[in-house]
């Protein structure tokens, strides 16, 4: 079993920033990937950005590439998500998650493909 535990989350006005963690327990070392996905009030569940916790390969959603930076601190167990350039459509409750799939050769971005989700937390960008 693998503990996510997100924090970070907040209010802030349109142009601004927000750095979420992702701390994670237990058997870590069974999750070769951390995600991170977004939900937004009638909407499903999206990708927003993925790392590989042993070569620090990166994936990110077109919505944000340029704007947001995932990144890790293998001693600390702990995922960010750095947000530059917050927009209203960012608003939603991000969620990061964690897969098991340890013979996966690419970064995975479909919610099904992760097993471990935290409780998520709320970002809210004013205009």
């Known amino acids: 079993q693998v503990q996510l535990v997100e924090s970070g989350g907040g209010l802030v006005q349109t142009g601004g920033s927000l750095r979420l963690s992702c701390a994670a327990s237990?058997?870590?070392?069974?999750?070769?990937?951390m995600g991170w996905f977004r939900q937004a009030p009638g909407k499903e569940r999206e990708f927003v950005a993925v790392?590989?916790?042993?070569?620090?390969?990166?994936s990110y959603a077109n919505s944000v590439k340029g704007r947001f930076t995932i990144s890790r601190d293998n001693a600390k167990n702990t995922v960010y998500l750095q947000m530059n350039s917050l927009k209203p459509e960012d608003t939603a409750v991000y969620y990061c998650?964690?897969?098991?799939?340890?013979?996966?050769?690419?970064?995975?971005?479909?919610?099904?493909?992760?097993?471990?989700w935290g409780q998520g937390t709320q970002v809210t960008v004013s205009s």
């Open positions: 237990g058997r870590t070392f069974s999750s070769p990937d």
């Open positions: 998650a964690a897969d098991r799939d340890l013979y996966r050769r690419y970064l995975p971005s479909r919610a099904i493909e992760y097993t471990y």
């Open positions: 790392i590989n916790w042993r070569d620090g390969n990166t």
